[in-house]
């Protein structure tokens, strides 16, 4: 009955070959799935505890400017996509007169992939940029944010925060909302409800503002996207209503005293194809809406009505730019782990030597960031590894130099020399470690896969 020759005889005859065998191919298994995980999660550094101020001391050792705004409104509007807002198809109407009156800046925020609601939300309060596996624990998993972010600088700094809207938001941050109540995201046929049990809260919640912070996070929107798609009748009816919402928050910061203070933004946390559907890196996945409004820029710009179209009045911006501008606004440490370069035109509302300090700031906490990850930063010597980061950090320095030239001659050319090298050095830097987090290693990916 022995008729089997080859590995099947050997195997048969030796117990320890087919043992031997199957572990090496269970190491094999381990090995391949570690080197896919390598080339498509990229390594990440992140810095462990929270900033504080003095982390980043002025250059002149002087006290931290007092914050722009002592109040801040933020709504959250699900797969508010840039053309749902700016189009002339549009039903937001009040908020493109809003951005064209000088009242608010409106943004074409790049959101990056991928584009779910968790890692979105991770990011547009942290700074960072989000991985696959987050988009994984949107689903299941332990979803809180223990790394330094918006939402704990606020409470750790003894502001009060109120939240209405998705739930995701309270498994985030628990214990972080000293008032809300949440609404579940998964009944995509629930179109109205869903935002009603939101907006139901806000009038009350604007006439008496013990909070510091009111955050609302609709899901209607995007609820329409998966159900019928972004050209549903629903649509323009849902923009209608979500464009109401923002003009009853803005006549009240208008016409409130105690509200003269009070930042308001408006942003979507992705966009959505004309499937309806999102989570990928497409063009019309990652366009997120943003529009930054108070009385106070109105104030500030003192300009005609714009003649402009809507689309024309949009600027470039990626939404981690979010986390230094609220933070720089809000007179916060900027948080740990945040890549984002300040919105230049919104730090306008400062004082010039609060300008500048912000945006050396904001340089050296990325700097900061970068010189944790080996790509970049040579830990022995204590230099930077690229010559694209050598470059920045001279101007850094040489920004520094004319930092200090405008403050003892007040000069304005030493002063918009230091601003814009300043802010150059951030853009770039935040354009550097923004496209280190969202590359792969394709030669580890297909070595896995091998």
């Known amino acids: 009955h022995r008729v089997s020759v080859g590995h099947s005889f050997i195997l048969s005859q030796h117990p320890w070959a087919l043992i031997f065998t199957q572990v090496v191919l269970f190491l094999g298994v381990l090995v391949g799935v570690s080197l896919f995980g390598t080339g498509y999660f990229p390594r990440k550094v992140p810095l462990e505890g929270f900033a504080e101020h003095a982390d980043h001391p002025t250059l002149l050792g002087t006290e931290q400017a007092a914050p722009a705004f002592d109040r801040l409104v933020l709504v959250v509007v699900d797969a508010l996509r840039t053309d749902f807002v700016f189009s002339a198809s549009s039903g937001m109407k009040y908020t493109q007169s809003v951005v064209s009156s000088g009242f608010g800046f409106g943004y074409n925020a790049y959101a990056d992939s991928p584009t779910v609601t968790l890692p979105r939300i991770k990011a547009l309060m942290s700074g960072g940029v989000p991985s696959f596996l987050e988009a994984l624990i949107n689903f ?54 869903v935002d009603t049990n939101v907006t139901r809260h806000l009038d009350s919640e604007l006439s008496h503002p013990d909070w510091d912070v009111l955050v609302l996070h609709y899901l209607g929107l995007d609820h329409i996207g998966h159900y019928q798609g972004p050209n549903s009748p629903l649509m323009r009816p849902k923009q209608e209503e979500m464009d109401a919402i923002v003009e009853r928050i803005c006549k009240t910061l208008l016409k409130d005293k ?119 930063w040579d830990s022995r010597s204590g230099t930077p590894i690229s010559k694209e980061i050598q470059i920045l950090l001279d101007k850094f320095q040489e920004a520094e130099k004319f930092h200090l030239k405008w403050e003892s001659t007040s000069i304005p050319a030493h002063f918009h020399n230091s601003r814009d090298l300043y802010h150059e050095v951030c853009t770039n830097l935040s354009k550097e470690m923004r496209s280190y987090l969202s590359t792969y290693n394709y030669f580890s990916l297909f070595s896995g896969l091998a």
């Open 140 to 193: 299941s998993g332990d979803r809180t944010l223990v790394s330094d972010n918006l939402v704990t600088q606020l409470v750790r700094n003894s502001k009060k925060i109120a939240f209405y809207g998705d739930n995701t938001w309270l498994s985030t941050f628990p214990d972080h909302f000293f008032r809300y109540e949440g609404v579940t995201s998964f009944f995509v046929t629930d179109t109205v409800e």
């Open 258 to 376: 105690e509200h003269q203070k009070t930042l308001f933004v408006l942003t979507g946390d992705h966009g959505m194809t004309q499937m309806g559907s999102h989570g990928g890196s497409s063009d019309l996945e990652t366009s997120a809406a943003m529009v930054i409004m108070s009385p106070a820029y109105a104030r500030l710009k003192e300009k005609e009505k714009s003649t402009k179209r809507p689309s024309e009045e949009v600027s470039r911006a990626f939404q981690i730019d979010l986390v230094p501008t609220l933070s720089i606004l809000l007179g916060l440490p900027i948080p740990k782990n945040s890549i984002g370069a300040a919105l230049l035109p919104l730090l306008e509302i400062l004082p010039e030597s609060s300008v500048l300090s912000a945006l050396r700031t904001n340089a050296q906490q990325i700097f900061k960031v970068l010189r944790e990850n080996p790509l970049f």
